[in-house]
């Protein structure tokens, strides 16, 4: 899938009120890691922690 | 029994032991302590029944130093205090605020928070709270705490047909005490100011004052001026060590499930650090309290993050497709180191109507709190990913060192420090019992005497300290 720019990606969400634009990308290689839902909260991961662009997320997050 | 004016109040002939000044959460409390003990007290007021604005002006001042609210905005100055605007926020010091931080000076009360446990029930009727429900950890890190939204009780709507009807308690409004005087020993009298005139001296046998957290310092500076050294005979830390809990728009987080966390009837939840994370990083206390972002902004916020990480991104879509409460806005409220170069002087240049000098505060955040607003989000942050309750954007004035914003919180109005308590009496004003160092009779009350400020609102705790206070008076009177 061709990759989004972060202007494009901005208006898609201001105008779309569903997020159908990020659901039709193609499931992501691992999608455990990156699915908190899937995980039960309170888990502690073995992740390393980064912290990118202000964003404190573990580097499975990059994927 | 309630006066309207110092003039009314002479006419009915009360022969009071103990004399307060100001009738705000601190005042009244002491008050009907004393005269639930038989004591009879005098509360003097400076202000009437209502808010007016040549009350106010009494509390002009000016800042120096960092951007802070216009100090006769940032409190009341009529019966009740600023018990008249506050919001309810509740929670009494947390037991490790009372400790020393090894890594900041000048840390640590000379009681403990037990010595003021036995009196939260009393607290809790006062406020009308329900029990506070202990922290619950949610890593090494990161504690859920509880602040109680309490019904913001107004102390002298709610008090005052009880002081009204009390043989005990005399409130005397539109009295004004401009200064104590004092011989070293003891307090010999208070001037008084009333109906736009000099009003004579009052005296009794204790004096408490009680007139906040800024004005504490300043009648006490101005009465040790007047009196030589009297009224305040060790004065080296006197106004010094004034606190406040800054606060600022820290960043956002995405939450896997908002309802994981219990929250408030405002949809409000609370964070600290717990002891060790503040040892091991060398910061101070804060408080992360998470506001529900609006709709618009989760989009915004879903945007950014997709540039960096599109993955979490997409599963944040989804999370926002099914319910709409899934990202926060993350306040961060910090306690401050304290240092005696935050401090409360007299003005050189300009008095109130009654020829006081009025307040200027020097006030400025220091490199340890920047450090702390700093790593208390990564701390948190950290907590969210490891344990995947969320994810946390911290905000990029923080991140790159940039200034305070001047259009957000800015503080709390909470005035603290200024007469601290302690041992030390180059580095405090009174002692465990708010006994003024060297003076046999006087008191004082309010946050004014706080060592440190933790990370929660002071009101609680001042009712507390007052309630210990009043316990602490009878029973000196009694002897
Ligand atoms: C907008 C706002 C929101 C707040 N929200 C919260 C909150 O959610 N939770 C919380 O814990 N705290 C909150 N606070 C702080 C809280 O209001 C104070 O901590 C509390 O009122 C302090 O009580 P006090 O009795 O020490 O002083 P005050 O309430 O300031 O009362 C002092 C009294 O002394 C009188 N006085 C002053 N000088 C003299 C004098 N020389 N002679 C005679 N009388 C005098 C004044 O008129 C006043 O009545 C808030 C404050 C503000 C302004």
Redesign the pocket.
């Known amino acids: 899938m061709k990759k989004m720019s972060r202007r494009a990606i901005v208006q898609a969400l201001l105008a779309l009120p569903a997020m159908s634009l990020l659901r039709s990308r193609p499931a992501v290689a691992n999608s455990d890691e990156i699915a908190p839902d899937e995980i039960a909260p309170g888990a502690i991961a073995r992740d390393e922690i980064i912290e990118v662009n202000g964003w404190i997320l573990r580097r499975s997050d990059l994927a | 029994m309630i006066f309207d004016s110092h003039e009314a109040y002479k006419q009915a002939g009360f022969k009071p032991k103990v004399c307060i000044?100001?009738?705000?959460?601190?005042?009244t409390t002491i008050a009907r302590k004393l005269g639930a003990a038989g004591i009879p007290v005098v509360v003097?007021?400076?202000?009437s029944r209502e808010f007016s604005d040549q009350s106010q002006d009494f509390y002009r001042g000016t800042t120096v130093g960092d951007f802070y609210f216009d100090l006769d905005v940032?409190?009341?100055?009529?019966?009740?205090?600023?018990?008249n605007?506050?919001?309810?926020?509740?929670r009494v010091l947390d037991k490790q605020d009372f400790e020393p931080k090894a890594w900041a000076p000048d840390t640590g009360w000379p009681i403990s928070r037990a010595d003021i446990e036995p009196y939260l029930g009393e607290v809790h009727d006062i406020l009308e709270l329900p029990a506070f429900r202990p922290d619950v950890p949610i890593s090494d890190d990161i504690r859920w705490v509880q602040l109680i939204k309490s019904p913001a009780v107004r102390f002298a709507e709610k008090f005052a047909d009880e002081l009204d009807r009390s043989r005990t308690i005399a409130v005397v409004l539109n009295?004004?005490?401009?200064e104590l005087a004092g011989d070293g020993k003891r307090v010999t009298g208070a001037r008084l100011w009333s109906s736009g005139q000099d009003a004579g001296t009052f005296t009794a046998d204790y004096f408490v004052t009680?007139?906040?957290?800024l004005?504490n310092s300043r009648?006490l500076l101005w009465s040790n001026r007047r009196s030589n050294g009297g009224v305040v005979p060790n004065a080296a830390a006197l106004g010094r060590y004034w606190m406040e809990h800054p606060t600022f728009e820290g960043g956002n987080a995405i939450l896997a499930n908002y309802g994981e966390f219990e929250v408030d009837a405002s949809n409000e939840a609370f964070f600290s650090p717990t002891p060790a994370a503040m040892e091991r990083l060398q910061i101070m206390n804060f408080g992360i309290r998470l506001i529900e972002t609006p709709y618009p902004n989760v989009k915004r916020l879903i945007a950014d993050l997709a540039c960096t990480a599109p993955s979490m991104a997409e599963w944040m879509s989804d999370q926002l497709e099914q319910r709409l409460r899934c990202a926060a806005q993350l306040y961060v409220a910090w306690e401050q180191a304290p240092l005696a170069s935050n401090h409360i002087e007299l003005s050189k240049t300009d008095v109130d109507h009654a020829g006081v000098p009025r307040i200027e505060l020097h006030w400025k955040k220091s490199p340890l709190e920047r450090r702390t607003l700093l790593e208390g989000l990564r701390l948190f942050g950290t907590t969210l990913a490891q344990t995947n309750l969320g994810r946390v954007r911290i905000a990029d004035w923080i991140g790159n060192g940039g200034d305070y914003p001047t259009n957000e919180e800015t503080a709390?109005?909470?005035h603290m420090g200024g007469t601290r308590m302690g041992t030390d009496v180059s580095k405090s004003v009174v002692d465990a019992n708010c006994k003024v160092h060297g003076m046999d009779n006087l008191y004082i009350?309010?946050?004014s005497v706080f060592c440190t400020s933790g990370q929660c609102?002071?009101?609680?705790t001042?009712t507390a300290l007052a309630c210990r206070l009043g316990d602490h008076l009878s029973k000196v009177i009694a002897v």
């Open positions: 000044l100001g009738s705000g959460p601190a005042g003097l007021e400076a202000g940032t409190r009341l100055r009529f019966m009740g205090g600023s018990s605007h506050w919001a309810g926020w509740c009295t004004y005490a401009t009680c007139t906040g957290g004005e009648l709390g109005h909470h009350g309010g946050s609102n002071p009101t609680t001042i």
